[in-house]
């Protein structure tokens, strides 16, 4: 290769790799805390540790609050600590920051309006009671809305009619909880919400990875692996070490290419000078190449008849065109290592090499074309 190829290659090769990690998604999986969850991607993002193009919109955008928790921002209800996020369902788990997230049901502060997000589970209807003591109530009570010395505050579904002498109904709220027997508001910490676009349960459920196909198309699409980087921006460095180790090695390719070169010249000067009938009279040694048309008709045929009779009855598949043997095909056989094949097959192959397909047994004597 001269010089001026190596140099357009070189270019080539800087643009394609540059290209390449200029497109190629930067996106990587981050966290608020490596000691604890939820792990953040598409269509999550952390804002000011992920690029914009790494979150479907600015309605799945978290930040981070000063005891390293994710937080979400409800358009209509505040700000909220995302626990766990579910992709593969695509359900995301939340609860209040200030630890008794059923104060929000009993104050009707928390509302779906103007986000993507919706109750992963249905809407049950529950009646609070206040009760004076323990004494006779049906459920446990709520410990972060009781005052244990006063009174205390429990919660029955409102199908249950009878209500104990020693409490009083305090409010009816609707609860996501989808059965009232699985009532669990005495430790709820949280609710389950669930958003339908994007829509990225098939890439998570063959184990690939949904995002944007790069950073000017809003296409979605999988990605077959994202290489998390656990940096403390979050951010995925990949195409930029990319680029640099390409370049590194293209760089020392060159370096290498011009030592040779200059090696090479100078041994050129430092060589004797050649006698040009020396030169003139040296022969350029025998290339073996194939067989020639009347070695190859030399070999047997035979046709297949409607019986199939073949030389050897498991073998009933070409080595070469890899088709099977069909009836009324004429077959050529190697006598040298008694193997066979379709004879338009084997006469193609035997014109361009003296070995056999299979067993690469070369063939001797004067059987060879030999070209100068």
């Known amino acids: 290769m001269s010089t001026l190829q190596f140099l357009i290659t070189f270019l080539l090769l800087f643009f394609f790799v540059h290209h390449i990690g200029a497109s190629a998604p930067i996106c990587s999986e981050s966290t608020c805390s490596f000691d604890s969850p939820p792990w953040i991607r598409f269509p999550f993002r952390l804002q000011n540790l992920q690029p914009s193009l790494c979150g479907y919109s600015e309605s799945f955008d978290l930040k981070c609050n000063n005891q390293n928790e994710a937080i979400l921002t409800l358009p209509s209800s505040g700000d909220f600590i995302v626990k766990t996020v579910d992709y593969i369902n695509q359900n995301v788990w939340i609860t209040d920051l200030n630890s ?143 680029v640099i180790t390409s370049l590194g090695v293209l760089g020392l390719l060159f370096t290498t290419v011009i030592f040779l070169r200059l090696m090479r010249t100078c041994d050129r000067v430092h060589q004797p000078i050649v006698e040009l009938s020396t030169i003139t009279n040296q022969q350029p040694p025998a290339v073996r190449k194939g067989l020639d048309d009347s070695t190859i008709e030399s070999y047997p045929k035979i046709q297949l008849g409607q019986s199939w009779d073949l030389p050897k009855p498991n073998d009933n598949t070409c080595p070469i065109c890899l088709g099977r043997y069909k009836s009324k095909e004429t077959l050529r056989t190697i006598p040298e290592c008694n193997h066979y094949f379709h004879a338009n097959c084997i006469d193609e192959w035997l014109r361009r090499s003296a070995t056999c397909p299979l067993c690469r047994n070369p063939f001797g004597g004067n059987k060879v074309i030999i070209e100068a």
Not at 144 to 168: D, M, R, W
Not at 179 to 200: M, R, S, T
């Open 100 to 242: 008794c997230f059923p104060r929000l049901f009993l104050d009707h502060g928390l509302s779906l309006k103007g986000s993507p997000f919706s109750y992963a589970k249905d809407l049950v209807n529950f009646t609070l009671l206040n009760c004076s003591s323990y004494a006779e109530i049906p459920y446990p009570p709520i410990s972060c809305l009781s005052n244990i010395e006063q009174y205390v505050i429990t919660a029955v579904p409102s199908s249950y009619s009878t209500v104990p002498p020693s409490c009083s109904v305090l409010s009816t709220v609707s609860v996501p909880l989808g059965d009232p027997f699985d009532w669990n508001i005495i430790d709820l910490y949280g609710v389950e919400l669930a958003w339908d676009k994007p829509d990225c349960r098939f890439c998570e459920g063959l184990g690939k990875v949904c995002g944007f196909e790069n950073a000017k198309s809003f296409n979605l699409m999988c990605f077959d692996t994202y290489t998390y980087y656990s940096s403390n921006n979050g951010t995925s460095r990949t195409s930029e070490i990319a």
